[in-house]
């Protein structure tokens, strides 16, 4: 519990700060896309066809874990209070051990369904790893494993202490509590962050992953 009120506490005071990176229209949701399996993608190759189409969720999924398997953080877009939390593990992630993507992405829509999740649940912060995705309070301490906001001070041995004092089901009531009235917190935005302007390239997963 004491992981998770310092990880608040940080995400508001990050919010205080100036933000640098861009911000782009929402992107569309996926019910107009069309998927296809890489099989057709190759297929179509052959055939010259214009690739406006999306990869099924399962591709998708292997080609962000293909050659990076760092863990990627899928987090509400619009919503400010996310967006100040991704600042914060920015810059407590000096080594760059973690990736990002909107949950209102293509690729966050396909990493969801690819764990059995609807694509527009837009509910929790998911934590993606080769192993599996975590939800809630599961995230934040899988996410919070990975961060080392001053040299020498790893918060993974606070994680864990979190992981193994305060149960679950406490947990998760703490994390629905701040989730469920995010917006009214911090309020949210009409547009959904990528890192546009390139400063994060490899921090932020490419879009062109999701599509043919």
Not at 79 to 91: E, R
Not at 137 to 166: C, H, Q, Y
Request: hydrophobic share 40%.
């Amino acid at each position: 519990m004491f992981t998770r009120l310092i990880f608040t506490l940080s995400i508001a005071s990050a919010t205080l700060r100036s933000s640098s990176h861009a911000f782009v229209p929402v992107v569309k949701t996926l019910s107009s896309s069309i998927y296809v399996t890489s099989t057709d993608l190759a297929e179509n190759s052959k055939e010259g066809v214009a690739k406006s189409k999306l990869l099924i969720p399962s591709d998708v999924l292997k080609r962000v874990f293909e050659k990076d398997d760092r863990p990627v953080i899928l987090f509400d877009g619009v919503c400010n209070l996310c967006n100040s939390a991704v600042n914060l593990a920015l810059d407590w992630d000096p080594n760059g051990k973690l990736r990002f993507a909107a949950l209102q992405s293509n690729v966050g829509k396909s990493l969801l369904q690819a764990h059995g999740r609807r694509a527009d649940d837009i509910s929790s912060i998911v934590f993606v790893t080769t192993k599996g995705a975590y939800t809630k309070s599961d995230a934040i301490l899988g996410i919070t494993s990975e961060l080392n906001p001053f040299p020498f001070l790893p918060l993974k041995p606070a994680a864990t202490l979190g992981r193994m004092v305060v149960p679950q089901i406490l947990r998760d009531a703490i994390y629905d509590g701040v989730a469920d009235n995010r917006y009214s917190i911090l309020g949210k935005r009409d547009v959904c962050r990528i890192d546009a302007d390139g400063e994060f390239d490899d921090r932020f997963v490419d879009e062109k992953l999701a599509e043919c």
